[in-house]
């Protein structure tokens, strides 16, 4: 289904105003801003109503392929012996289903889980076992104090749950603000058993959400009397080696710097979405590295330092969660938020993309 259609619809959106789903795995969300912008620029159109939408609670599980092999045979065995000598050749083996979310999680190119792919740039960036764990406390605790605070409500929308959508969700429900350091500690690694570092509890987590928003001209806006919350100053997208994909950020950002015509030292806020701690400090590493900025960026230099408690200041995905879709769109809603609480100008918004991708925003304060 295009699920943009079906959510416009069932939101009272006219049945006269057509509806486009686009899907770029991590950054979906982020892609549908960016196509909303394009448009203006193409002149088709000056409102559109964007975001994403995931719930990862409902991935399937999916027939194996014996199973379906051995449905295909049954339904074409004609006679009576056919069908009973299709049957006897049945095994519970068959049963064994293919998990949606694990073959979701993995790149067809490399063939690595993304895990898989946090760990290759731990390991390029000496990012130990301490450091992702200290990084997943702290943003339990940010985002935990943000709740407290109602920072966060201010981005939230009650949201009516099924089956019988009898009750509403007015906070999200991942963030654990009695997490320690020690518990931590005890979780074992998930995608690296013997020597690796990336756990359940440095990872983000598997959630359902949506985020939503109105992108639209100057012109429009001042005409429908709205106040902008911020104005998107520059876009870069990039490709890179799938098995080091966690560092896209590092790759689309110089592009989204040079539209912007500005500097990194402009930047005063970053959100780079937790998809794992490991992935996270290695794009931190990577923008204050020369090395890797003359060799894999073209650039003279590291793009910069980024100071920790300007990132994520309000948490991110290992405590807030990472339903796909829509964490693109929900990082810029938040950077903008930020910046304009704070009285700051720039921002960046950033993510990693499975496949070896990333796509950056820069955002400035209306």
């Known amino acids: 289904a295009n699920i943009a259609r079906v959510a416009s619809l069932r939101a009272g959106v006219p049945e006269s105003v057509p509806s ?10 982020m892609e549908a801003i960016y196509a909303a912008q394009m448009r203006m620029r193409a002149g088709a159109g000056d409102a559109f109503l964007v975001g994403g939408t995931e719930s990862m609670s409902n991935y399937p599980l999916l027939m194996n392929d ?26 519970p083996g068959f049963l064994k289903p293919r998990v949606a979310i694990l073959e979701g999680l993995t790149d067809p190119v490399s063939g690595l889980m993304m895990g898989n792919t946090a760990e290759n740039v731990a390991r390029h960036f000496g990012i130990d076992r301490a450091a992702q764990d200290a990084f997943a406390l702290s943003s339990h605790q940010r985002a935990a104090a943000a709740q407290v605070d109602g ?39 998930v995608f690296d ?15 359902d959400g949506a985020a939503a928003m109105l992108v639209m001209s100057e012109q429009r806006a001042e005409q429908l009397d709205l106040a902008p919350l911020a104005i998107l100053a520059g876009h870069g997208h990039a490709g890179l080696d799938p098995r080091m994909m966690g560092l ?107 496949g070896g991708q990333g796509q950056a925003f820069v955002v400035e304060a209306a």
């Open 20 to 29: 486009v789903t686009i899907m770029r795995n991590c950054a979906s969300g």
């Open 66 to 91: 014996r199973l379906v092999q051995f449905f295909t045979r049954l339904s074409k065995a004609k006679s009576l012996g056919q069908r009973i000598a299709t049957i006897a050749s049945f095994r």
């Open 151 to 189: 920072r966060l409500q201010e981005e939230i929308a009650s949201t009516p749950v099924g089956p019988r959508f009898d009750h509403l969700v007015e906070a999200d429900n991942g963030i654990r603000s009695n997490q320690t350091s020690e518990a931590l500690a005890k979780l074992r690694p």
């Open 193 to 207: 058993k013997r020597e690796g570092n990336v756990t359940v509890g440095n990872s983000c987590q598997v959630t």
């Open 248 to 354: 896209g950020p590092v790759h689309a950002t110089p592009a989204a710097l040079r539209e912007a015509g500005i500097g990194f030292e402009d930047l005063q806020r970053f959100e780079i979405n937790e998809a794992f701690a490991a992935q996270v400090l290695a794009c931190r590493a990577a923008f204050a590295s020369g090395d890797y900025c003359r060799q894999k960026l073209g650039l003279e230099g590291p793009l910069g330092d980024i100071e920790m408690e300007r990132l994520n200041a309000d948490g991110g995905a290992i405590a807030l969660g990472h339903p796909i879709a829509a964490t693109g769109a929900r990082i810029v809603l938040s950077l903008a938020r930020q910046l304009r609480a704070a009285g700051e100008r720039y921002g960046l918004a950033s993510l990693c993309i499975g």
